[in-house]
């Protein structure tokens, strides 16, 4: 790891290995940040505004949007590896909600460390988004790491 942006590190792909770990990270899923995140990604569906609307649905309460998942997905990568890691690929599953009032969880596991056709070095992990329910969101990713030996 090399020092990238004040106070952050940048994993280089020589720094990966197949097997590891990518540590969890949690976060609070508030109301408002459900309501916001909404408002902000202009997805006025009501079952992320409305807990009635929700509850109609067979919910318990409001619930987080798509491009919430993304994000956070997102961030469980770039956590890990730093803020100069390019996301090629993202995949991921919605299997059930995670609502207001939860407490989030993403974590995963690298499957494979390679370099492409065009040189570009390459990881894939398999990530796991979830609250205390279990696993609500399975994704994996391919990411692009810097590599010392391209420098």
């Not at 299997?95 to 390459?122: C, N, P």
């Amino acid at each position: 790891m090399r020092p990238s942006y004040p106070g952050m590190l940048q994993r280089e792909w020589e720094d990966v290995t197949e097997g590891e770990e990518v540590p969890r990270i949690t976060s609070d899923v508030t109301l408002k940040r459900v309501i916001m995140d909404a408002a902000a990604t202009w997805d006025y569906f009501p079952g992320h505004h409305n807990v009635e609307y929700a509850n109609q649905q067979g919910q318990k309460t409001i619930y987080i949007n798509t491009m919430f998942f993304q994000g956070f997905i997102d961030r469980v990568i770039t956590d890990w590896a730093g803020p100069e890691t390019w996301i090629v690929r993202r995949k991921m599953t919605m299997q059930r909600s995670i609502y207001a009032g939860d407490t989030m969880f993403g974590e995963g596991k690298v499957t494979r460390r390679w370099v492409d056709d065009d040189g570009r070095h390459l990881v894939d992990i398999d990530i796991a988004i979830g609250n205390d329910d279990g696993v609500a969101c399975p994704a994996n990713a391919t990411v692009e790491l810097p590599s010392a030996g391209a420098r």
